[in-house]
């Protein structure tokens, strides 16, 4: 395991990026693949769906409506979350149509989506 040299009383957010990006480039690396990956994802489902499903037919214009939406997100993670542990409870079975790298990267975006949503610029 490398170590990592924290010289610096407060490092900065960049700096911190830096040093850890030059300690494991691969990880990093694959980290901001990954996010790509899963960005295009969004994209590509965002042309197939639109907004709507997520907002549950609302216009996520009130505080009730953006519960709504989260609590649909929530559902839609549980699902993901019981898959994953059903998978991996298996116990060398392998998933005949859905891999499980499928489910972490779905829940990952579930998890985006609902910040947005939170942060008040779903659909905008």
Same mark, same amino acid.
């Given at each position: 395991?490398?170590?990592?040299?924290?010289?610096?009383?407060?490092?900065?957010?960049?700096?911190?990026?830096?040093?850890?990006?030059?300690?494991?480039?691969?990880?990093?690396?694959?980290?901001?693949?990954?996010?790509?990956?899963?960005?295009?994802?969004?994209?590509?489902? @965002?042309?197939?769906?639109?907004?709507?499903?997520?907002? *549950?037919?609302?216009?996520?214009?009130?505080?009730?409506?953006?519960?709504?939406?989260?609590?649909?997100?929530?559902?839609? *993670?549980?699902?993901?979350?019981?898959?994953?542990?059903?998978?991996?409870?298996?116990?060398?079975?392998?998933?005949?149509?859905?891999?499980?790298?499928?489910?972490?990267?779905?829940?990952?975006?579930?998890?985006? *989506?609902? @910040?947005?949503?939170?942060?008040?610029?779903?659909?905008?």
């Amino acid at each position: 395991m490398a170590k990592i040299s924290f010289e610096e009383e407060k490092m900065t957010k960049a700096s911190i990026v830096k040093l850890i990006e030059r300690e494991w480039p691969e990880m990093t690396s694959e980290f901001t693949d990954i996010q790509k990956a899963q960005y295009e994802l969004f994209c590509s489902k @965002q042309y197939d769906y639109g907004t709507g499903n997520i907002a *549950m037919g609302t216009m996520l214009d009130s505080d009730d409506d953006v519960q709504l939406a989260l609590t649909g997100l929530i559902v839609r *993670m549980n699902d993901k979350i019981n898959r994953l542990v059903n998978m991996v409870a298996r116990k060398g079975k392998k998933p005949q149509n859905e891999p499980i790298t499928d489910s972490f990267r779905d829940l990952s975006v579930y998890g985006i *989506m609902a @910040q947005i949503v939170a942060n008040g610029k779903w659909g905008k």
